[in-house]
């Protein structure tokens, strides 16, 4: 260990045992919201403290550990989180979603799909649905109860009667093992799919709400939607400018200011995996400049 | 069948008795007894502090009396006790079979949705799943209680008062209630939109069949809706009877006063 003046993985051992026995009860009812002690983490709200909370729960010395922030690896957020834990819990990291046994996601799930040795830890915003809806607490918590979602629906309602389709596009209401309606955190809703029957584990957190809940493996999960306007997942029409990938979910990058914009995917470890098993795209720099630029390296 | 009707229509849909509220001290409403049977209106008039809307919130189950009971024959024909419903039937009942009419309408619509989707929530929270249904469903009704189908994709907070009380009656009956409350619908509304608005319910109440126990301090408006009315003052009910006869020979002398406090047209 290089921390000493930690525990391992940051927080202490008494909080870690709450903090799992929130998760026990999250997993043992799938899309239900438990309330958990939230503790205040080196890192503004926002910044993912629920997730780091679970993630610090969870993970033990054999873990490896991955960090993604909008799919992609190294941006600050993913690196300062899996630098955190490096310190604090010296465990391995990757930036490949094969070898990793916990992966820590702000707002997307791995294109590559996920296996049961896997917890895909989510960090929430905002872990009610309803809220924007019905911003009372008590009332929202009495609608979960009762099962009462009719005014899921009306949101869904409004979005079509304002732009003719469901435009509802990232933190699309499921439906978990037919009971709770759930957030499923802001991760577009291209990502919907990969929810419903995925053999890993998945736990979210929400650091300033105080709540976590999870989605056991291999559970229904739903998108809400009407008969006559089904959910539909969202992708920009296009290949990936660097991969070439025609079935990956993509991020729009403004190149100039005539216009010019490049599609590439937002899963970066997806996106290089590609790369190096010969893949290309229409912008994707020249084979001889990548072997290269291995060589220099060694 | 028709002498099914006729027998739905001898059972009391709503049973009031000996209902008490007490805060502390201070007797709120004092053994109120009666029933209301299907398509009868009750008005409920009295002056400010007389216990109305304490009555009216026992009836629909939002406030636990303090002695006494409100049984409801429920769609199945069995008559229940109201505090014996759990949560989510009272909830549901609520919601499907009851309606209620706030004063205000901003307590009874979600102002920030559009009309359309506070008149179709009620039949997406039974399970409606068909987006052109529930807005063929909501614009139907939107005509049926005046309101032009072009502004069925505005929110309420861009309609007028009395546009907001009739988006909150079409809101009520979509799932076609059996009994509606209704808190003062006419407070706050100028004299020609009461007329309008209570021409409306008048001929909504015909057509449907609806029971209704309707609280108001206007005379008027219970002599233009209700076939009986009751009398309150402190708490108790101290005359009841059929509206015409109430009204036109008062019997207490609280009563004679009420209606004497009408200015003459």
């Known amino acids: 260990m290089n921390a000493p003046a930690y525990n391992f993985a940051y927080l202490d051992e008494q909080t870690k045992r709450m903090i799992r026995r929130a998760i026990l009860k999250a997993i043992a009812i799938p899309g239900?919201?438990?309330?958990?002690a939230g503790r205040e983490m080196p890192m503004p709200y926002g910044w993912g403290t629920g997730g780091v909370q679970v993630t610090a729960a969870i993970l033990g010395p054999q873990d490896v550990l991955k960090v993604i922030d909008q799919g992609s690896d190294d941006t600050t957020n993913a690196i300062s989180i899996r630098k955190f834990f490096a310190k604090t819990a010296g465990v391995a990291t990757t930036t490949s979603?094969?070898?990793?046994?916990?992966?820590?996601?702000?707002?997307?799930?791995?294109?590559?799909?996920?296996?049961?040795?896997?917890?895909l830890?989510?960090?929430?915003?905002?872990?009610?649905?309803?809220?924007?809806?019905?911003?009372?607490?008590?009332?929202?918590?009495?609608?979960?109860?009762?099962?009462?979602y009719g005014l899921m629906h009306v949101k869904l309602y409004e979005d079509i009667a304002r732009f003719g389709h469901i435009a509802t596009a990232y933190a699309y209401p499921?439906?978990?093992?037919?009971?709770?309606?759930?957030?499923?955190?802001?991760?577009?809703?291209?990502?919907?799919?990969?929810?419903d029957n995925?053999?890993?584990?998945?736990?979210?957190?929400?650091?300033?709400?105080?709540?976590?809940?999870?989605?056991?493996?291999?559970?229904?999960v739903v998108s809400l939607d009407f008969e006559d306007h089904p959910f539909e997942p969202y992708r920009f029409n296009a290949p990936c400018a660097l991969c070439g990938a025609e079935n990956s979910y993509l991020d729009e990058i403004v190149t100039?200011?005539?216009?010019?914009?490049?599609?590439?995917?937002?899963?970066?470890?997806?996106?290089?995996g590609r790369q190096a098993a010969g893949h290309h795209g229409s912008l994707s720099a020249a084979p001889y400049k990548e072997r290269a630029q291995r060589g220099s390296h060694g | 069948m028709a002498d099914l009707d006729t027998l739905e229509n001898d059972q009391p849909l709503l049973v009031a008795e000996s209902l008490s509220k007490s805060y502390g001290r201070i007797a709120a409403c004092r053994d109120v007894s009666f029933a209301l049977y299907p398509g009868e209106v009750l008005a409920i008039v009295g002056e400010s502090g007389s216990g109305k809307s304490t009555l009216l919130q026992m009836l629909s189950g939002q406030l636990a009396p303090s002695a006494g009971q409100v049984s409801y024959r429920m769609r199945d024909g069995i008559t229940r006790d109201l505090t014996t419903l759990g949560e989510a039937e009272r909830r549901f009942l609520f919601r499907t079979d009851w309606g209620y009419v706030h004063q205000d309408p901003a307590q009874g619509l979600r102002m920030a949705v559009s009309a359309g989707a506070n008149v179709g929530e009620r039949l997406m929270a039974v399970g409606w799943?068909?987006?052109?249904?529930?807005?063929?469903?909501?614009s139907d009704w939107l005509t049926r209680v005046e309101i032009d189908i072009a502004r069925i994709d505005d929110a309420p907070r861009t309609y007028s008062g009395g546009m907001r009380q009739r988006l909150q009656i079409a809101r009520n009956l979509v799932t076609e209630p059996r009994l509606v409350f209704m808190d003062e619908p006419t407070g706050g509304l100028d004299v020609s939109v009461q007329a309008r608005l209570l021409d409306l319910v008048r001929s909504l109440v015909a057509e449907l069949h609806l029971a209704v126990v309707i609280v108001t301090h206007d005379l008027a408006v219970?002599?233009?809706?209700?076939?009986?009315v009751m009398v309150m003052k402190g708490g108790r009910v101290i005359e009841t009877g059929l509206t015409d006869q109430v009204l036109d020979d008062p019997r207490e002398p609280y009563t004679q006063l009420l209606v004497s406090s009408i200015l003459p047209p």
């Open chain 1, 174 to 195: 499921v439906k978990v093992n037919a009971r709770y309606v759930m957030d499923p955190s802001p991760t577009p809703k291209f990502d919907n799919p990969k929810m």
């Open chain 1, 97 to 119: 979603t094969d070898e990793a046994t916990v992966i820590q996601t702000r707002h997307r799930i791995p294109e590559t799909a996920l296996h049961e040795k896997q917890v």
């Open chain 2, 222 to 228: 219970a002599r233009l809706l209700s076939h009986r």
């Open chain 1, 32 to 36: 239900y919201q438990v309330p958990f």
């Open chain 2, 129 to 138: 799943n068909h987006y052109g249904r529930i807005r063929d469903t909501a």
């Open chain 1, 256 to 272: 100039d200011d005539k216009g010019g914009r490049m599609f590439v995917c937002s899963d970066t470890d997806y996106c290089e």
């Open chain 1, 121 to 148: 830890v989510y960090q929430v915003p905002i872990p009610e649905p309803l809220r924007f809806l019905e911003p009372r607490e008590t009332e929202t918590r009495r609608m979960h109860a009762l099962a009462e």
């Open chain 1, 198 to 220: 995925c053999p890993a584990l998945q736990l979210f957190g929400a650091g300033r709400e105080k709540r976590i809940y999870a989605i056991p493996p291999y559970t229904q």
